[in-house]
């Protein structure tokens, strides 16, 4: 069955004048947007009227507890938008000088840091779960077709056109394109055919970076030098040695750090590449048209808090840099400064180097109610999670249960076992006492999902711990360099480098997690089977409303011993200085198995260096490994 691209056209790309006229009479035009899901800038959309498509899911939604769960949280972003606003009108009438002196010292200072010598790629394989499909099956590349049954998780270029995209309820795909073929999952498929391509990307960069299956980071900067090859030669030779051994296409982006070559590597899809040269001028005149949608980090949310004040563009922000702190914060101040800049991380490494800072697992059925029943998924849970926890060679202080009822609100619990847990008995021993707790608040209580997640997490690793208790990351050769303003020092000693932008995009990519799981209740009659693994693995998406929320017990994490504290500025403060005794420390680390614990007082002075506020877990960044399995 070939499609005529042009009734593609004709059924997206009419204008629906009387949808048009609704949406602009209802004040729903904020949630029409919202409702168009955070995969907006994936390519192969360029010629859709998102409009209608987006009237279309609207009229589809319509009357849903997804619907009236999404009109909540647009309401609760709209009453954000005017308190922004409104905070702003008063900065109009104030002094900002010393407000503007500041950001034109820190817009100095990151520009003295820009690093320009490295080359850096993104390279990001088409519509990988749609490509393996059409490997087995030739018939599937010139019809629309997608991989995922109630949720899509990708479709093809030919679905594209017609408004499809991943995240997006398969049902309302097929309103959009009544001939969409949409395949089950097959995941042993994937990782297979991603095994294939992860060799391939070794001989370029043997320290590359996964972010996730069907994408990775590479620096070539010494593979250029090495072959004397110019970079854009290298990725056309990546590209044609990854097509011809496996059969499927990459495209690739090429710049000076990790943040513009993702931004580069969507330009020319599919089977493209995209370079942005590493000159400061072509950089920031690149960055100053691009919508701040375009950067990763930036997602439905923070673009439309940015487009309220009137930036629509990177080039936006530097005008407003008096306004950013005030309005946002210090983080979003420097993130928005170094998007500004054309600023971002130059260090590309293995994704098993960094930090880890949870792992757990969830399962989706029909609902259930049983307690039986819920007894024995629980325990097949802490099965699967002590798997994973093996696998990464991790135990867990903290154990989260996570569980979705079957009107689709999400709640999570939390304990703090006495000791650091992995095994499935431990695992389902501190877990049952939360759910039968539920059980007893919630009666009749019915679910849809459960998952557990350990946080707080002790490497089983035999590597060496520094003076506060954190793990030494394998390839650092130095750990007791201060940290600087960007995180943890670069300069020749291995560690780690921090942008700002990390917690942005852990952010953004969290939303796109929580977006696919919410639709879920869309196409609730289209999961095939009684149990769906989420490939995801756990996430901590939650429809609660406000007062739910607010109901949660939330915890700082001590710096020092890494267990979780009740958020209190007195209590915790006291708990640091507990900690900092040398006894403390000896018993904080005896579950860490090493060989042998330097508990030597750094030599610079500690008591100089001013503490800073606990940061909150619900956006903590987690490395996936690349074309590996969950």
Known sequence: MIVDEASAATAVDTTDTEGHSQATNDGHDSLRYHLLGPSLTKAGQDSVNQQKVSEIIYNASKGSKYFNNEEYKDKNLTHKIERILSRKRQLERIDLASDLRRADEYVAEQELSRDLSQTIVHIDCDAFY???????RPELKDVPMAVGKGVLTTCNY??????????????????????????PLNFDKYTAKAGEVREILADYDPRFESASIDEAYLNITQYCEDH??????????????????TKITISAGIAANAKIAKIASNRNKPNGQFRIASERTVILSFMHDLPTRKVNGVGRVFERELDAIGIKTCGDIYPLRAYLSKLFGEKAFHFLIQCYLGLGRTSVQPAEEYERKSVGTESTFRDM????????????????LEKDLTRTQFKGRTLVLKVKLHTYEVLTRQVVPPKAVHLADDLYAYALPMMAKLEKEIPGMRLRLMGLRCTNLVSTKKIGID?????????????????????????????WEVWPEAEFEEAARQERVDEMNELERLSQEEIVGDDYQNPQGFTSSSSLGQDELEKQEIFWD??????SQKANDKEFNEHIDHCLSRQTIKEAVKDIPIESVDLSLPSRNIGSRKRKSPFSNTHEREKRPFFGTR
Request: aromatic fraction near 6%; include cysteine.
């Open 158 to 183: 030919h679905a594209r056109k017609f408004g499809c995209r991943s995240g997006m309820a398969g049902f309302v795909a097929m309103k959009l394109c009544p001939n969409l073929i949409c395949l």
């Open 369 to 384: 109610s049983d307690k039986a029943e819920l007894r024995e998924k629980l325990r097949w849970i802490a099965e699967e």
């Open 130 to 136: 749609a490509a393996v499909e059409e490997l087995d």
């Open 228 to 245: 004397e090859m110019d970079a854009e030669d290298v990725v056309t030779q990546l590209r044609d040695e990854v097509h011809q051994k």
């Open 467 to 495: 003076f506060f208790g954190i793990l030494r990351r394998q390839a650092s050769t130095n750990c007791n360099e201060p940290m600087t303003a960007k995180g943890f020092s670069s300069e020749d000693d291995g560690m």
């Open 558 to 563: 001590c710096p020092i011993c890494q267990k």
